[in-house]
């Protein structure tokens, strides 16, 4: 069965702080891998997706990458802000293309 | 309007009671899934459909049943609510080429 672990699961820093958030997996065929925004109360909001064939995705402030033979992705957050503050979740999707797989997340504090 | 529209939001029932938990989705995927998600936890799979006349269980499928009534619609059921399915349920859907995933804004079930 795949573990996805993320670490650390609480983080506070100060706004402005350029900041990396862990994801590492334990089965290595993976299909991808999915970053998640989670807000109190609501749903989850897709952030970046990283297939397989791929070492890395950027979307404005944020950088995903990957490395499967390591079994870990990274997500960089620069110049942090308060709005930035949420739960992030990876998920990875395996090659039989049927599940995902979730991590318990990193819940993030940025302050003011 | 949200692509992926889950209702009711919120429920509180008491131990013994039948309840569906119904998902839409306008994004026209075949893949649905319902997920729940406890603290600490992440999210576990419940069950997942591929299409109208493909369902399959996921990692917690006890105590749970499905009906996929049309390739919009994927509702969940408790057949005999108990406590310990006092959680957050999401359902979300993924494209068929990328396997992106979209959820839902979730239900809170409260289970007494």
């Known amino acids: 069965k795949q573990e996805v672990t993320q670490i650390p699961a609480a983080l506070s820093v100060p706004e402005g702080e350029n900041l990396v958030l862990n994801c590492s997996f334990t089965?290595?065929?993976?299909?991808?891998l999915q970053w998640f925004r989670q807000d109190p109360g609501k749903g989850l909001t897709s952030l970046l997706l990283?297939?397989?064939?791929?070492r890395e995705q950027t979307s404005g402030r944020l950088n995903a990458s990957l490395d499967k033979s390591s079994g870990r992705s990274t997500l960089y957050i620069a110049a942090s802000q308060p709005g930035d503050s949420a739960t992030y979740l990876c998920?990875?999707?395996?090659?039989?293309?049927?599940?995902?797989?979730f991590g318990s997340g990193t819940k993030l504090n940025v302050k003011p | 309007d949200a692509d992926v529209t889950q209702t009711p939001r919120n429920r509180i029932t008491k131990t013994g009671k039948r309840i569906m938990l119904e998902c839409s989705q306008t994004?026209?995927?075949?893949?649905m899934y319902w997920y729940r998600q406890d603290p600490g936890l992440g999210l576990r799979l419940i069950y997942y459909?591929?299409?109208?006349?493909?369902?399959n269980k996921g990692e917690i499928s006890d105590g749970y049943s499905v009906s996929r009534q049309a390739q919009a619609k994927f509702s969940l059921s408790l057949e005999s609510a108990i406590p310990n399915q006092t959680a957050l349920y999401f359902c979300?859907?993924?494209?068929?080429?990328?396997?992106?995933?979209?959820f839902g804004p979730g239900t809170r079930l409260t289970v007494t």
């Open positions: 089965d290595s065929a993976i299909y991808n």
């Open positions: 998920a990875v999707g395996l090659n039989n293309f049927n599940k995902f797989y």
């Open positions: 990283i297939q397989s064939s791929q």
């Open positions: 459909s591929f299409d109208v006349k493909d369902i």
């Open positions: 979300a859907t993924s494209d068929a080429d990328s396997y992106e995933q979209y």
């Open positions: 994004k026209g995927h075949d893949r």
